[in-house]
């Protein structure tokens, strides 16, 4: 009577300890989750980036000011989206390779696991275990993938920022006009009275 109602009985020590992990791995997961998705957070970074606009109108990033703009300045700006552009398609290629290469390891990994199961339980603690091993490789290049999407995402952010001043920097610079730049009360002035 005691081995019926034992919460083990008659289970595979093997079944046993794979039920263990994938039960473990239930309780950390949301965890992991959140952190992942909590690395995201694209409304703070547009608010970063419109910031860095208005920055940069106020500036006198303009239109009717695009002829003041320093042509070298915006070669290279251009020669160093390209190259962002290069590297961010590179990564996002090697992301997407890790989670083929993952996929098309499923099938072998689990023969291989259960490959010699002396027991139906030996076999499904094999297959579990297997299995929670290939989760947590999609885990891996999620986090690898998230990774790469952060340090993308940086990097053209600080090439708008970098892009936003050089343009205007230098040619200041050029005519002799000075860093203090007049407060955009004028404009406000205008817009009020409209």
């Known amino acids: 009577m005691d081995n019926v109602t034992s919460p083990n009985a008659g289970i595979d020590t093997k079944l046993s300890e794979a039920l263990k992990h994938w039960s473990d ?5 949301p965890q992991s989750l959140q ?11 547009n608010v970063q980036i419109v910031q860095h606009m208005l920055q940069a109108l106020y500036l006198g990033w303009t239109p009717a000011s695009l002829g003041r703009m320093n042509p070298t300045a915006l070669t ?16 996002g290629t090697d992301c997407c390779q890790r989670f083929l290469n993952t996929t098309l390891s499923v099938g072998q ?7 010699g199961a002396a027991s139906p339980q030996d076999f499904l603690g094999s297959y579990l275990d297997a299995s929670l091993g290939i989760l947590r490789q999609y885990e ?15 990097a053209y952010r600080a090439w708008l920022q970098k892009t936003l001043e050089n343009l ?3 040619p ?3 005519t002799g006009a000075t860093s203090s730049l007049p407060a955009p009360t004028s404009t406000q002035d205008k817009s009020g009275s409209a």
């Not at 791995?25 to 997961?29: D, G, H, K, P, V």
């Open 25 to 29: 791995y239930a309780s950390e997961s």
């Open 35 to 45: 952190a992942l998705f909590g690395s995201f957070n694209p409304l703070k970074d």
């Open 76 to 91: 290279d700006a251009c020669r160093e989206l390209a190259e962002l552009q290069k590297a961010a398609q590179d990564k």
């Open 109 to 115: 990994q689990i023969a291989e696991s259960v490959q």
């Open 140 to 154: 891996y290049n999620a986090r690898a993938q998230a990774t790469a999407f952060g340090q993308i995402q940086s």
């Open 168 to 170: 205007y920097a230098q």
């Open 172 to 174: 200041m610079a050029e």
